[in-house]
């Protein structure tokens, strides 16, 4: 069976985003005051070919362990579904 997997990576909370401070700042200039707080972070699909659910979400999970998130300074989610 074949599963898609979205991801979201974002750093953590605690940590400065300087992107976002960035983006926030550019928001007040184009006349978007209203809007505070962004966080930037990244967006990640990918296809996984897997036997049932469990073992996609299994393989999803160590690719954001070892290589998509670094856990130390940001967090991830994902949703899986087949396709």
Do not use: W
Not at 40 to 54: K, W
Request: glycine content about 6%; charged content about 30%; overall charge negative.
């Amino acid at each position: 069976m074949k599963f898609k997997a979205e991801i979201d990576v974002m750093p953590l909370d605690a940590l400065l985003d300087p992107q976002g401070k960035a983006v926030t700042g550019s928001m007040k200039n184009i006349g978007l005051e209203a809007i505070d707080g962004v966080r930037v972070g990244r967006h990640v699909r990918l296809f996984v070919e897997a036997d049932s659910s469990i073992s996609a979400e299994s393989m999803v999970e160590e690719a954001c362990k070892k290589l998509l998130a670094n856990q130390i300074m940001e967090s991830y989610t994902y949703q899986i579904e087949e396709v």
